[in-house]
């Protein structure tokens, strides 16, 4: 199967990344090595210069004002991902460039960013995208809402929308190694609790994946195969460390901040069955031991 991104001979591929965060800065850099011509923005000045030095180039955009370079980015992009966190009002980058994003005339493919914490609790079963979405917190509850504004404006701009619904992210500086040779890790345990997690590096993959084979109003879950106990996961990363682990605590919400308890009160098995079957995606980190392995060999 071709690409949907076939380019004449001399140009290159042109993606735009909103929110150029933890996840997000491991997809450029996935895009960059395929020679493509990648931008960010960050919310600060600062930020975009440190970027910026690591080879990233990035401008600043604070959720309002567009600048003249930004808005010649977006009416030139390929692709543009949106990875921006929401403020009060809602989805910052529709809010300020709908209209520019409906008439770049090269746009084939957008991606958002969003968690599956818009299901909610289901009592540990096994869900896929045709579950109920019950968000319980506030910023699930605004998290369902902006897909939904961004498919209402697929819709209306005929610009194709994907949806990525993220379980809890790991990967190089961040995972439960991270946290055992920080000190913070713990292993609260409540009964039957299970967490879904995703790799960055999978995260990336997935979303090379959707950008060659695009569906517009497609929604994907982007986690492994394999929800676990999280008591489980810490002790797995100590042991190929060569670190002690940390007492296994009961979970008590009453000693949690009020969004660990709210994470804690969601449980459920989330299926990637979909991310496999359409955009024939093969995992590099199917579930998080050989992820692990490798991240404590790396000298994690």
């Keep these: 199967m071709g690409s949907a991104f076939s380019e004449p001979t001399g140009t290159r591929m042109k993606l735009v990344i909103f929110g150029l965060g933890y996840s997000a800065g491991f997809f450029a850099r996935a895009a960059l090595a395929k020679g ?3 931008t960010g923005t960050v919310r600060s000045a600062e930020k975009a210069g440190e970027l910026s030095r690591q080879g990233l180039h990035t401008l600043v955009f604070g959720g309002f ?4 370079p930004l808005a010649k ?3 030139d992009a390929d692709a543009v991902l949106v990875s921006a966190q929401p403020d009060e009002s809602g989805d910052p980058v529709l809010g300020a460039l ?4 409906a008439a770049a005339e090269k746009l084939r493919w957008i991606g ?4 599956i914490g818009v299901y909610g609790d289901h009592g540990g079963a096994w869900i896929d995208e045709t579950a109920e979405c019950r968000p319980t917190s506030r910023r699930s509850r605004q998290r369902l809402e902006i897909e939904q504004d961004w498919l209402t404006f697929g819709e209306r701009s005929g610009k194709p929308v994907q949806i990525f619904r993220l379980s809890g992210i790991y990967g190089p500086g961040r ?6 040779r920080a000190g913070t890790a713990n292993r609260l345990v409540k009964p039957g609790q299970v967490f879904n997690r995703i790799h960055v590096d999978d995260i990336a993959g997935i979303l090379m994946a959707s950008i060659e084979a695009p569906r517009a109003g497609a929604i994907y879950n982007v986690t492994d ?6 008591q489980d996961v810490v002790s797995f990363a100590a042991e190929v460390a060569g670190l002690a682990p940390p007492p296994e605590t009961p979970f008590d919400p009453a000693k949690l901040s009020p969004m660990a308890a709210s994470f804690y009160g969601e ?5 990637n069955a979909l991310v496999k079957r359409e955009l024939g995606y093969a995992f590099r980190y199917p579930d998080y031991r050989q992820a692990l392995r490798d991240l404590a060999a790396s000298g994690e």
């Design 225 to 230: 195969d394999e929800p676990a106990p999280p």
């Design 65 to 68: 004002a567009v600048s003249t």
């Design 112 to 115: 958002y960013l969003s968690t």
């Design 98 to 101: 709908a209209d520019k994003l």
């Design 175 to 180: 995972s439960p190694i991270t946290k055992l």
């Design 36 to 38: 493509w011509e990648v």
């Design 267 to 271: 449980n459920k098995r989330v299926s």
């Design 73 to 75: 980015l977006v009416a």
